[in-house]
Each structure stands twice: as C-alpha cells, then as structure tokens.
C-alpha cells in the first residue's frame, strides 16, 4: 500500500493499515531489489476472473507479473501442478502453513493462513 491522499479513482482504503488510504500496488522485484515490473490494484476487474477463481488473488498477480518477464532471460515453468496441490483456504486452520518445492529445487511456493490466506 503505497500512502496517497490526492484525488484518483483508484484509490483505496484498508482500515488495517498504518496509512489506510492509498494506492494498492503488486510489485515483482529481482533478488537485488530491482523493481521488474508492477501492478496497480484498479479493483475487481484488474486481474481475470478465470485466473482468481483458479489461483486466487494473490496467485492470479503472481502468475500476471511473471508473465511479463522476457522468456529467454531467466523464465521457467512454475505451474507446473504446484499450486493446485496446496489445500483449500476451508481446509487450512489459522496460523498454519504449506510449502511445495520442485524436483528440480528451483522454484518453491508457500502459502500461509492468518485471517485471511497468502499465496
């Protein structure tokens, strides 16, 4: 959430946050804290309603970002049946955690539960 008071129609609030009014932005950032590429929550229809309702949230602006990345750099295929073997959200009890890594160790999913699930 990055803190923003002006007038834009994007604008959002979460009572939770210290700053609860502003802008809600997914980042995807290198390992060296290069900001790649990012995605400015406009509401329901910022991601397709076919990948939350696969992926959720949180898996939908993953697999949305990382599509972004040039293939012949360093791409490789994370959805490879990872995500579809985590438990569902009804399944998972509070403050609990699941993690998937591949054969090959390159590439690891976790997904976690506190009120609400992170993928």
């Known amino acids: 959430m990055m803190p923003f008071s002006g007038r834009c129609p994007v604008r959002q609030y979460l009572l939770s946050k210290p ?5 809600k932005i997914f980042l995807l950032g290198a390992p060296d804290g290069l ?6 929550y406009t ?20 697999k949305h970002l990382v599509g972004t990345i040039p293939k012949q750099n360093v791409m490789t ?18 403050r609990s955690s699941v993690s998937r890594r591949r054969e090959d160790e390159k590439a690891c999913l976790a997904k976690w539960k506190d009120k609400k699930s992170v993928l």
């Open 19 to 23: 700053n609860p009014v502003g802008l």
């Open 35 to 40: 900001v790649l590429d990012f995605l400015i």
């Open 43 to 62: 509401g329901a229809d910022t991601i397709p309603v076919e990948d939350k309702q696969l992926y959720g949230l949180g898996g939908a602006v993953v």
């Open 77 to 94: 295929n994370l959805n490879d049946g990872v995500a579809e073997s985590f438990p569902k959200d009804t399944c998972m009890e509070r």
